[in-house]
């Protein structure tokens, strides 16, 4: 089990269309253990104040999520400088 119930965890994804709120925080509340249910997790999402089962692609931890938004936040950021060092004079 890749989750537990109370971890914090991030919408990374909607698989099953149901209009989920991408890069919003949830909380797991509960885990299905059933094998043949593809939807084996509850989260609560607070700021939209609704509960859906989702599938495991679904969700990412959220300290996971935070940190690998962080990365590309800082390599984009790093691109964006360099490119600003670089004059490219497109008129001479």
Known sequence: M???PGDEVVVVADP??????LDS???LLKVDL???DIRRYYIRIPLKREEYWVTETSIGLASEVNAKQADKALREHSINV???DIKIDYYN
């Open 2 to 4: 890749k989750f537990s």
């Open 16 to 21: 099953l269309n149901y209009g989920l709120p």
């Open 25 to 27: 925080h949830a909380v």
């Open 34 to 36: 059933n094998p043949m």
């Open 82 to 84: 360099s490119l600003d």
